[in-house]
């Protein structure tokens, strides 16, 4: 194998040696995505078992899901900068210089939307949908499983036209500032006519989420070697010195309107929220517009809605919903499917079924411990997540690559340069964003689904996530009585846990006498403090996600890389470590308040608002260089590790507390960020000022300086 050295000779080095290299390249790559996912997820787990004091349920599949994510994501960025970002760059510098404004403008309306489809933190909207009761939130429900393809589509064609009106202000010259003054006016604007709208107003915080959720490892990229290779042949001979900066902010702004207004669309054709029975009554015929068809509204109300609001759908009759059942039963891929599980499926059964149907299908029930005792890896298919994602990964890198080249070839008459270490890149993207999404969805969206149901239990009494079991051979004899010192009759019974009896509170609606079976639920909490909502536990929660976000952020190696262009563009002014600092500080900040929505069940807006008309009066006070810098800075917040655990956190968090959806926490974080970074900025320049006024102006002063000494 051949090699240049320093001076450009070539030399050849032996296979092995070549090896050694390869091998020292591929541990270094792989020890960075290790420290920035292992602080994280270690901290997670360290705060769940020793402060939570649960246990990780499905250890298994999670480690599993952190490996698959920190080797997905070595690949997926290795393959960006082998791949795709040479001919991003190619595009980005030949196009402004051999192209009409017109061609430029199509280019990056169609670079916008292409990019965006390959973004993997996308995938996480797509897992978040399980989490959302239809009849809740029916349009944000169409939005997250139905529609999530058209999602997808809205935040892209957001993106796209934010990278043409990008273009067209490096054009004009035009600074970012009015582009500010105009669009988040108009977004606060949307969201408060959204507010009057039940549908609209459960999309918002979906909505506000989807424009920060697009800036990732491949669109910033990507829209910045357009930006700046742009910005510079439009600068020459102007003024303008922006440096390409404020791309990303229009990037992370637009979606939000795009799927705003796609919701409106959708709002006339999907019923208003209302409980499950008016939901699935056949007077509601809007319903079934949620759906894909009849058959997966059925399914659907059977593994998740009450008994009442199945039986609508079967004319009232019991036995027609048991004849449903028993051809699922008949099917274990139509168990899955429907229950999730056999568990599941013996859940449904305990819950609902009658006496005959419970002895018909009591070794269902009896299946369920035996479950448990081999755990969530028994059912675990490793090859059909892989092949999903895989089919995703194609779809996303595919098209994007095709359009790239079709840019070279056709419009700007280029040759592929190193098209082998392009392709191989192309590969490696494909493998890693495969093994990158799958490990989203079995670890780093369950592990943070995990902390976030078990937050709860901080401050207040909440049934343990996953704890609940069947226990075999129950009767009424095992049950005992006492009195409260009110003189109160209490019943329960001990349960050997772990080879120490337990007194467990006696519920009889948990007890099923014909199958000598018993429900059993643990609760725990409130860990710190008393009452139902301890502010104590309230606190530690808090505490918890500002670390959480604050050391997250600090890991992030496209923020360090950031500080470093930040301190070159202001000469010094604003340093490095100081940016690190603003942007790990809002993170935490926001991390807080989105935490703080979720528990209180604030709306968004109610925060984000007030926020937003903070922001523009600190972007009018700020200079142009800063108010660049400051809206990008949010982009490098919301990273492929931070934005899935911080959206499963929320969620988890939501679903405990009874809050409808737990969205927002991304874009409190995002515009934290931008306040914490322009106030940072303000305070650099008021100093820079205070310096240059105390300076002296002339040589003639020092001299009457000496002279008066």
Same mark, same amino acid.
Request: hydrophobic fraction near 50%.
């Given at each position: 194998?051949?090699?240049?050295?320093?001076?450009?000779?070539?030399?050849?080095?032996?296979?092995?040696?070549?090896?050694?290299?390869?091998?020292?390249?591929?541990?270094?790559?792989?020890?960075?995505?290790? $420290?920035?996912?292992?602080?994280? +997820?270690?901290?997670?787990?360290?705060?769940?078992?020793?402060?939570?004091?649960?246990?990780?349920?499905?250890?298994?599949?999670?480690?599993?899901?952190?490996?698959? *994510?920190?080797? %997905?994501?070595?690949?997926?960025?290795?393959?960006?900068?082998?791949?795709?970002?040479?001919?991003?760059?190619?595009?980005?510098?030949?196009?402004?210089?051999?192209?009409?404004?017109?061609?430029?403008?199509?280019?990056?309306?169609?670079?916008?939307?292409?990019?965006?489809?390959?973004?993997?933190?996308?995938?996480?909207? $797509?897992?978040?949908?399980?989490?959302?009761?239809?009849?809740?939130?029916? #349009?944000?429900?169409?939005?997250?499983? $139905?529609?999530?393809?058209?999602?997808?589509?809205? +935040?892209?064609?957001? *993106?796209?036209?934010?990278?043409?009106?990008?273009?067209?202000?490096?054009?004009?010259?035009?600074?970012?500032?009015?582009?500010?003054?105009?669009?988040?006016?108009?977004?606060?604007?949307?969201?408060?006519?959204?507010?009057?709208?039940?549908?609209?107003?459960?999309?918002?915080?979906?909505?506000?989420?989807?424009?920060?959720?697009? @800036?990732?490892?491949?669109?910033?990229?990507?829209?910045?070697?357009?930006?700046?290779?742009?910005?510079?042949?439009?600068?020459?001979?102007?003024?303008?010195?922006?440096?390409?900066?404020?791309?990303?902010?229009?990037?992370?702004?637009?979606?939000?309107?795009?799927?705003?207004?796609?919701?409106?669309? #959708?709002?006339?054709?999907?019923?208003?929220?209302?409980?499950?029975?008016?939901?699935?009554?056949?007077?509601?015929?809007?319903?079934?517009?949620?759906?894909?068809?009849?058959?997966?509204?059925?399914?659907?109300?059977?593994?998740?809605?009450?008994?009442?609001?199945?039986?609508?759908?079967?004319?009232?009759?019991?036995?027609?919903?048991?004849?449903?059942?028993?051809?699922?039963?008949?099917? &274990?891929?139509?168990?899955?499917?429907?229950?999730?599980?056999?568990? !599941?499926?013996?859940?449904?059964?305990?819950?609902?079924?009658?006496?005959?149907?419970?002895?018909?299908?009591?070794?269902?029930?009896?299946?369920?411990?035996?479950?448990?005792?081999?755990?969530?890896?028994?059912?675990?298919?490793? /090859?059909?997540?892989?092949?999903?994602?895989?089919?995703?990964?194609?779809?996303?890198?595919?098209?994007? @690559?095709?359009?790239?080249?079709?840019?070279?070839?056709?419009?700007?008459?280029?040759?592929?340069?190193?098209?082998?270490? +392009?392709?191989?890149?192309?590969?490696?993207?494909?493998?890693?964003?495969?093994?990158?999404?799958?490990? +989203?969805?079995?670890?780093?969206?369950?592990?943070?689904?995990?902390? %976030?149901?078990?937050?709860?239990?901080?401050?207040?009494?909440?049934?343990?996530?996953?704890?609940?079991?069947?226990?075999? %051979?129950? &009767?009424?004899?095992?049950?005992?009585?006492?009195?409260?010192?009110?003189?109160?009759?209490?019943?329960?019974?001990?349960?050997?846990?772990?080879?120490?009896?337990?007194?467990?509170?006696?519920?009889?609606?948990?007890? =099923?006498?014909?199958?000598?079976?018993?429900?059993?639920?643990?609760?725990?909490?409130?860990?710190?403090?008393? !009452?139902?909502?301890?502010?104590?536990?309230?606190?530690?929660?808090?505490?918890?996600?500002?670390?959480?976000?604050?050391?997250?952020?600090?890991?992030?190696?496209?923020?360090?890389?950031?500080?470093? @262009?930040?301190?070159?563009?202001?000469? !010094?002014?604003? $340093?490095?470590?100081?940016?690190?600092?603003?942007?790990?500080? !809002?993170?935490?900040?926001?991390?807080?308040?989105?935490?703080?929505?979720?528990?209180?069940?604030?709306?968004?807006?109610?925060?984000?608002?007030?926020?937003?008309?903070?922001?523009?009066?600190?972007?009018?006070?700020?200079?142009?260089?800063?108010?660049?810098?400051? /809206?990008?800075?949010?982009?490098?917040?919301?990273?492929?590790?931070?934005?899935?655990?911080?959206?499963?956190?929320? #969620?988890?968090? %939501?679903?405990?507390?009874?809050? *409808?959806?737990?969205?927002?926490?991304?874009?409190?974080?995002?515009?934290?960020?931008?306040?914490?970074?322009?106030?940072?900025?303000?305070?650099?320049?008021?100093?820079?000022?205070?310096? #240059?006024?105390?300076?002296?102006?002339?040589?003639?002063?020092?001299?009457?300086? =000496? *002279?008066?000494?």
């Amino acid at each position: 194998m051949k090699r240049k050295n320093a001076k450009g000779q070539e030399f050849k080095v032996s296979s092995a040696e070549a090896f050694r290299w390869i091998l020292r390249y591929v541990k270094q790559k792989l020890a960075e995505q290790f $420290k920035v996912v292992a602080g994280i +997820i270690l901290y997670l787990i360290f705060f769940q078992i020793l402060v939570l004091g649960t246990p990780i349920l499905d250890a298994g599949i999670i480690g599993i899901g952190i490996v698959m *994510v920190i080797f %997905g994501l070595t690949l997926f960025l290795e393959g960006l900068l082998l791949g795709i970002m040479p001919m991003g760059e190619e595009v980005g510098i030949q196009l402004p210089q051999k192209a009409k404004s017109r061609t430029i403008l199509i280019v990056a309306l169609f670079l916008g939307i292409a990019a965006t489809f390959a973004e993997p933190a996308l995938g996480v909207l $797509k897992t978040a949908g399980s989490s959302v009761q239809a009849w809740r939130a029916p #349009l944000l429900y169409v939005f997250l499983n $139905k529609h999530s393809a058209l999602l997808v589509a809205a +935040i892209a064609i957001g *993106v796209g036209l934010s990278m043409l009106l990008s273009m067209v202000r490096f054009i004009k010259g035009w600074s970012l500032k009015p582009f500010l003054y105009v669009i988040l006016p108009t977004m606060m604007l949307f969201s408060i006519l959204s507010l009057f709208h039940p549908n609209l107003r459960n999309l918002l915080g979906l909505a506000w989420d989807s424009g920060s959720v697009t @800036t990732g490892p491949v669109t910033v990229p990507l829209v910045l070697a357009l930006g700046i290779g742009f910005s510079h042949v439009a600068s020459q001979g102007s003024d303008s010195s922006d440096g390409g900066f404020g791309v990303v902010t229009l990037a992370s702004l637009i979606p939000m309107l795009i799927v705003l207004s796609m919701g409106f669309a #959708l709002s006339f054709k999907v019923p208003l929220p209302t409980g499950d029975v008016e939901f699935f009554s056949p007077e509601n015929p809007k319903s079934e517009y949620v759906f894909r068809d009849r058959g997966e509204m059925v399914d659907y109300a059977i593994s998740n809605a009450s008994l009442p609001a199945q039986l609508t759908l079967f004319d009232g009759q019991m036995q027609g919903l048991f004849d449903y059942v028993r051809e699922i039963a008949q099917d &274990d891929d139509r168990i899955r499917e429907v229950f999730g599980s056999k568990a !599941g499926f013996g859940e449904w059964i305990y819950h609902f079924g009658s006496e005959d149907f419970k002895e018909e299908f009591a070794h269902i029930i009896a299946d369920d411990a035996e479950q448990g005792k081999n755990g969530a890896m028994s059912g675990f298919n490793f /090859w059909e997540y892989l092949w999903r994602n895989f089919v995703s990964a194609i779809r996303a890198i595919v098209p994007l @690559t095709i359009f790239l080249l079709a840019l070279l070839y056709f419009v700007l008459r280029e040759k592929l340069r190193r098209a082998d270490e +392009i392709f191989l890149g192309l590969t490696f993207a494909i493998i890693g964003m495969t093994l990158f999404g799958g490990g +989203i969805e079995l670890g780093l969206a369950k592990m943070g689904d995990q902390v %976030g149901s078990n937050l709860p239990v901080s401050f207040t009494e909440m049934e343990v996530p996953g704890g609940t079991r069947m226990i075999q %051979g129950f &009767d009424e004899s095992l049950v005992y009585q006492s009195l409260t010192p009110q003189g109160e009759t209490e019943e329960f019974f001990f349960l050997n846990e772990n080879g120490k009896p337990a007194a467990i509170v006696y519920e009889a609606e948990n007890h =099923d006498p014909v199958q000598g079976v018993y429900r059993y639920i643990p609760k725990r909490g409130p860990l710190f403090g008393k !009452g139902k909502f301890s502010m104590l536990g309230i606190m530690v929660v808090l505490i918890f996600a500002f670390i959480m976000g604050y050391s997250a952020t600090l890991a992030e190696p496209a923020l360090s890389a950031m500080g470093i @262009t930040v301190e070159d563009v202001t000469v !010094g002014a604003f $340093k490095k470590t100081m940016l690190i600092q603003a942007v790990a500080i !809002g993170v935490g900040v926001g991390i807080i308040l989105g935490v703080s929505q979720v528990i209180w069940n604030i709306h968004v807006f109610y925060l984000l608002g007030p926020i937003y008309v903070a922001l523009l009066i600190v972007t009018h006070f700020s200079t142009e260089e800063y108010v660049n810098i400051g /809206w990008d800075s949010a982009a490098v917040t919301t990273g492929p590790i931070t934005v899935p655990l911080v959206l499963s956190m929320g #969620l988890g968090i %939501g679903g405990q507390v009874g809050v *409808v959806e737990g969205f927002g926490i991304v874009s409190l974080v995002s515009c934290c960020t931008i306040v914490s970074v322009l106030s940072m900025g303000l305070f650099v320049n008021l100093r820079r000022k205070r310096l #240059l006024n105390v300076m002296p102006e002339s040589p003639s002063e020092f001299e009457a300086e =000496d *002279v008066a000494a």
